[in-house]
């Protein structure tokens, strides 16, 4: 299982993308007005009308 030895040597940096990725998304949400991130990736609008 070349995959779990993968992630139990490098299991570090692939918690810290991750958690990258969710403050990246998390931060992008509560800035829409500023930088739509959520629009121009998944051309969605979640925004309250």
Known sequence: ???FALVETHHQPIM???FAIV???ATA???HDF???C???FQ???RMH
């Open 29 to 31: 949400c509560l800035l």
């Open 16 to 18: 810290v993308a991750l």
């Open 39 to 41: 629009h121009w990736v």
């Open 44 to 46: 969605c609008d979640h």
């Open 23 to 25: 403050l990246f998304f």
């Open 1 to 3: 299982m070349a995959i």
């Open 35 to 37: 930088v739509p991130v």
